[in-house]
């Protein structure tokens, strides 16, 4: 009998040793049943701000630019940004917002592919408390917290006007053109044909490369040499699209002898525009463009008024919404401002612009 109560004694204490531990080791884990459903955000490992930031693609050089500032302000301002790149597919690009909305981001940052795409994905961040900034490309009708990027109808107005300052009145144009999908792509359009017609040139065709391919605008030059050997210039979306103009051009030995324009100050077209075959490109500092951003991700992010040096604050249409942006300004670059724009601002070094100038 004394052997009997001493081992129910025994198993009473083991019982209740064994529950303490348990309750224990639930508490130090954290066992508060968050994980239990699929949908549940998964809790921060810190205290640090969470920004995830993701990128049509890397091909386009200036989006390096963008991503390295960014990062880099953003972590001087105490914050962690997480990047993805969805290599222009939108299925993937997609799939990274809701990445980011599991993961509980404080911030989501968007270089869109397709504005129309991802507005459910957009709606799912904001009614999971998270903000959303569209970064360079508005995002249509999807009421985003903030955009930010650079006076894209003054980038058309600038490259029509290095035309005209050229001498180009009354003459024919070509327009290669990023996607529609890239709602700067209208914007950048509109500014270039109001100078267009206040001085009676006529566009005589438009081709739009989808998904930025510059490939597609060599396709474009090669089947319609027609309207290339009429024409007296060609508006190109950015630098990329321009350096398979500018090819094609000179395999028909007319480099130089038509006007091309560009965007986006890219070294090629940079050296390009030394050389003589290409007029100008419209320089854009990424810098001020880059680390405006992470300021106002980090203050959205601390509930703090959102406020910016590198351009005022206005509000512009979604289609739908107004939304606040800010507009920095761009800068058109010629052989003539090349060395006081490009070179003395870092951007690229004068003994790789002129690499292949002999003086």
């Known amino acids: 009998m004394m052997k009997t109560k001493r081992l129910t004694t025994i198993l009473r204490r083991s019982c209740a040793m064994l529950l303490t531990i348990c309750l224990l080791a639930c508490t130090l884990c954290g066992c508060t049943g968050e994980e239990s459903g699929g949908n549940i955000t998964k809790k921060k490992d810190n205290n640090k701000i969470q920004i995830g930031m993701t990128f049509d693609s890397f091909v386009i050089e200036r989006w390096q630019r963008d991503r390295d ?53 957009i709606q799912k961040a904001k009614e999971s408390g998270i903000k959303v900034i569209a970064y360079d490309r508005l995002i249509s009708d999807s ?7 650079f006076d894209n109808e003054k980038v058309g107005q600038m490259m029509g006007q290095a035309l005209v300052d050229n001498g180009l009145t009354d003459g024919k144009v070509l327009m ?29 065709d438009t081709f739009y490369a989808d998904g930025w391919k510059a490939e597609l605008a060599t396709d474009y030059m090669e089947k319609n040499m027609s309207g290339v050997i009429e024409c007296d210039a060609i508006m190109c979306g950015n630098d990329d699209l321009a350096s398979r103009v500018v090819t094609a051009l000179s395999e028909k030995r007319l480099a130089g002898k038509k006007l091309v324009v560009g965007q986006d100050a890219d070294l090629e077209a940079c050296q390009r525009i030394v050389e003589g075959t290409q007029l100008m490109t419209v320089y854009k500092p990424i810098e001020k463009l880059a680390q405006a951003a992470a300021e106002i991700a980090v203050k959205m992010a601390k509930g703090e008024e959102v406020t910016t040096q590198s351009g005022q604050i206005s509000t512009i249409s979604d289609g739908t919404y107004e939304i606040p942006c800010v507009k920095i300004d761009p800068v058109s670059v010629t052989a003539e401002n090349m060395d006081e724009v490009i070179i003395k601002s870092g951007f690229h070094l004068k003994e790789d612009v002129y690499l292949n100038v002999h003086e």
Not at 178 to 204: A, C, L, R, T, Y
């Open 69 to 121: 500032v960014f990062v880099s302000m953003a972590k001087e301002l105490g914050a962690e940004v997480n990047i993805q790149n969805a290599n222009g597919d939108i299925s993937e690009q997609k799939k990274q917002i809701e990445y980011f909305i599991k993961k509980g981001m404080d911030v989501i940052v968007i270089v869109c592919i397709d504005s129309m795409a991802v507005k459910a994905n």
């Open 143 to 149: 009421n985003v917290d903030f955009y930010i990027s």
């Open 176 to 204: 290669v053109c990023g996607p529609h999908s890239d709602n700067n792509v209208p914007m950048v359009g509109k500014g270039f044909k109001e100078i267009m017609q206040e001085n009676g040139n006529e566009i005589i």
